[in-house]
């Protein structure tokens, strides 16, 4: 019998034990718990949040049921029934900045904890759980630690504490926690298409002196991008990204370059619209929202955003999957069904460019300093 080999290893997003970023809150009554959250999440709206927890009701075989509330626009529970199993979990709560867990029934990588004297021996017997405190509530100023607390953690009175009423102070720390696993941004340029209708590569046309390409690539360098051609077959060259997702265009472009790295932004750029000059993709760097699946630009004569001069976080990575698996290879296609953030600007800055005559007419517009037209959001 053969053995067995190992599976390609992938880059993996930078997940936690349920989700990309989580918090367990664990050491008082479950309603507490609940509480806290509702109300931390009502000041921390701008962000998408999820509470992970096990039902309570008294005919269901404990942990078997799972109940996600989610706190964005309104709340809506769903339930569903199975065991927890923590890569189903990595799916459902992969678009959420931040899950709150009930560390009363389940651990979290991070953990807050709350010192409520009625609940000593549930913290002693969590005691192995508490590997990461963020910081410690008190349900009143003269509620003390726990005696197996200072013994094991001889620094907890040195770790950040508040009462469990200083919601703001709470929810500031909390979002801070969020801000911290904002991931960066790098650039992708696509090159190498087909471009049936230009009759050559339109990455190499010269608007500026040197390949567009190379002028894209500076655009997105010059905002302090690390970025990288997406290429059909790579040269192996530091500097580009070969397609793992064959005959896809850019869609392919996109996910080969989260293959590569999921735990970064890609701000994706065409070479087919060179009118897009240094104020637009500091426009775009300016208004992005980590929160949404993409910050993308589009004309305010447009109907719909332009995949290809868009900001793709993290979380636009399963989604995109999620569309293939359907069938469909559009990046604007998942745009328009998605939670997304528009920036608008003036149509002719992003015409693109497809044909020799066009190339002739831009290149000339391009020369007679068009750029110095006025940009609006």
Avoid at 236 to 251: A, H, R
């Amino acid at each position: 019998m053969d053995k067995h080999q190992k599976h390609t290893n992938l880059e993996r997003r930078d997940n936690e034990t349920f989700a990309p970023n989580e918090i367990s809150i664990l050491g008082t009554n479950c309603n507490t718990i609940s509480d806290l959250v509702h109300k931390v999440s009502q000041k921390l709206s701008k962000y998408k949040l999820a509470y992970f927890d096990a039902s309570h009701a008294k005919d269901v075989e404990k942990n078997k049921l799972s109940e996600y509330v989610f706190h964005h626009e309104g709340n809506l529970q769903i339930t569903t029934s199975g065991n927890v199993n923590k890569f189903q979990q990595r799916l459902d709560f992969a678009q959420f900045d931040c899950v709150f867990i009930n560390g009363n029934h389940y651990q979290g990588a991070k953990q807050i904890l709350v010192l409520d004297e009625a609940k000593e021996a549930s913290v002693l017997k969590r005691l192995a759980q508490l590997d990461r405190i963020q910081f410690v509530i008190k349900l009143t100023k003269d509620t003390a630690y726990f005696s197996f607390l200072e013994e094991k953690f001889p620094n907890i009175k040195n770790i950040i504490c508040y009462t469990i009423d200083e919601v703001d102070k709470i929810s500031n720390h909390i979002n801070n926690l969020i801000q911290e696993k904002i991931v960066p941004v790098k650039g992708l340029v696509l090159v190498g298409g087909k471009s049936t209708r230009m009759g050559q590569d339109k990455s190499d046309l010269n608007y500026f002196g040197k390949p567009q390409k190379e002028v894209a690539k500076e655009l997105l360098e010059n905002n302090n991008l690390e970025t990288f051609y997406s290429v059909q077959n790579s040269l192996n060259k530091e500097n580009e990204i070969s397609d793992k997702f064959i005959n896809l265009g850019p869609f392919g472009g996109i996910c080969s370059a989260f293959q590569k790295d999921p735990n970064t932004a890609w701000f994706v750029l065409a070479t087919d619209v060179p009118f897009i000059n240094e104020e637009i993709i500091q426009t775009l760097l300016q208004h992005r929202n980590p929160s949404k699946v993409a910050t993308a630009i589009k004309g305010k004569g447009k109907e719909f955003p332009e995949p290809l001069i868009t900001i793709y976080e993290p979380k636009a990575y399963p989604v995109l999957l999620q569309y293939l698996a359907q069938g469909y290879s559009c990046p604007r296609k998942m745009l328009i069904n998605s939670d997304v953030e528009i920036v608008e600007i003036d149509d002719s800055f992003i015409r693109n460019i497809n044909t020799p005559e066009e190339f002739e007419i831009a290149k000339n517009e391009l020369s007679n300093s068009f750029l110095g037209g006025k940009m609006t959001k």
